[in-house]
């Protein structure tokens, strides 16, 4: 019934990182987007709306003043571009479930503990599948920006991920 | 396109964002450059972390229950209904028009349609079992500021269970008791009949301080659009 709902709170809850605060601003959002409903030119409904969550979740995220926890580990900084496929090849065996789980977390903390504005590109562009173009409409940010922070946002995952098996290795 | 060139249109390139020579050019670099290629898979890699551990969430039912029902009302569904479909949405004078009606029709604030008596109408959504405690206190609250209130409390999912015969809370106190002292100041509750039917719940067990409707979504839909109460999700 309601269109878009799913895309809203995937990107409400990377946003705010959590599910109680995801909902609290998807509700505002669509309150929101009915009140702003002049404004809409008649382009594609998604972008739009994505737009108005997006604003909402910083909002209320600015309200909290939850930007301490926001702190990215920038010690794989020096791994830029050195990372490569293979460091992602984990090793299967018994525990492989173990193994699974963990990876999952890894992936989902590096993301949850990467900068705003890298995590929004990302999440855009990987979830939603958005072209270069909406991300720039609903982030307000030009194409050239899009691409530059995508890219880095893949390097301090890369790296996040690496850095994090790669001491698992040798921790053993 | 050598190396440098390569690094740079890496990232349009696996989002296919390049145009057609380009993403040749870089494919035909990938095949001759060991390093490069390196970068390509690592950056794929990346990509299928992302999608294969970072799951494109489903809204809570009770989120989007609680959308539909603030939005009730034609006006709203046609607003969503242009949301969904761009080209219909083409001219902006319809859509103010259905903005107001949306309005109107939800009772907002400065809606066009006044209460008939200057009388604040209010709905209450209970969904959770949890939250009927804190509701029942809201409302008997909202009544000592607001005596003229006129309230309406719509039990639904899970939210029906305080109204169930026996149904105690928290402190061990039965909920009928803060019912039927909020039923005598004038507050009318009733249950989703749907409810009842999906979770195998007998009429006979609900308190008789409750009355049924066949549908509690259907009936806060009514409330708002019909006889102009305002919605409360508790």
């Known amino acids: 019934m309601l269109p878009h709902l799913d895309a809203a709170y995937t990107l409400a809850f990377w946003l705010t990182r959590d599910e109680d605060r995801a909902r609290d601003a998807v509700q505002e959002a669509y309150l929101r987007a009915l009140r702003f409903f002049g404004s809409f030119r008649g382009e594609d ?12 979740c910083y909002e209320m995220l600015d309200r909290e003043r939850a930007s301490a926890a926001d702190q990215f580990d920038e010690e794989a900084q020096g791994a830029d571009g050195a990372a490569t496929g293979a460091v992602l090849v984990f090793p299967l065996g018994p525990e492989a479930a173990a193994i699974a789980r963990a990876r999952r977390e890894l992936v989902h903390d590096s993301l949850r503990a990467m900068p705003h504005d890298y995590r929004e590109v990302l ?17 307000g940010i030009p194409i050239g920006t899009v691409m530059s922070r995508l890219a880095r946002a893949r390097r301090l995952l890369q790296a996040k991920i690496a850095g994090q098996v790669k001491r698992e290795d040798t921790g053993t | ?50 999608s294969r551990e970072c799951e494109f969430k489903t809204a809570p039912e ?6 539909e029902a603030g939005i009730a009302g034609e006006g709203a569904r046609s607003v969503v209904s242009l949301l969904r479909s ?18 109107m029709l939800a009772g907002a604030p400065n809606s066009g349609r006044p209460p008939a008596s200057g009388q604040t109408r209010v709905v209450y959504h209970i969904s959770a079992s949890d939250t009927a405690g804190a509701a029942l206190r809201n409302l008997a609250n909202h009544l000592n500021a607001a005596p003229e209130l006129k309230a309406v409390v719509v039990a639904h999912n899970y ?13 061990g106190e039965l909920y009928e008791t803060a019912v039927r002292d909020l039923s005598r100041r004038g507050v009318e509750f009733r249950v989703c009949d749907n409810t009842l039917g999906r979770r195998n719940i007998a009429p006979g067990e609900v308190i008789p301080a409750a009355t049924l409707v066949p549908s509690g979504i259907a009936e806060i839909g009514r409330l708002q659009s019909r006889e102009g109460f305002i919605y409360l999700r508790l």
């Open chain 1, 45 to 56: 409904g998604r972008p739009w709306l994505l737009k108005i969550v997006r604003h909402a």
């Open chain 2, 62 to 67: 009770s989120l989007r229950l609680s959308l």
């Open chain 2, 159 to 171: 939210g029906v269970d305080f109204l169930l015969r026996g149904a105690r809370d928290d402190a």
């Open chain 2, 86 to 103: 761009p080209l219909a949405a083409a001219a902006p004078g319809i859509a103010a028009l259905l903005l107001v009606g949306w309005l």
């Open chain 2, 1 to 50: 396109m050598n190396c440098l060139e390569t690094a740079r249109l890496l990232n349009p390139y696996v989002d296919g964002e390049l145009d057609l020579s380009a993403a040749l050019a870089i494919e035909e670099h990938i095949q001759a450059c060991a390093r490069c290629r390196a970068s390509f898979e690592g950056l794929q890699a990346v990509r299928a972390a992302v």
């Open chain 1, 123 to 139: 999440v855009l562009r990987e979830l939603h599948g958005c072209a270069y173009k909406e991300i720039a409409a609903i982030a």
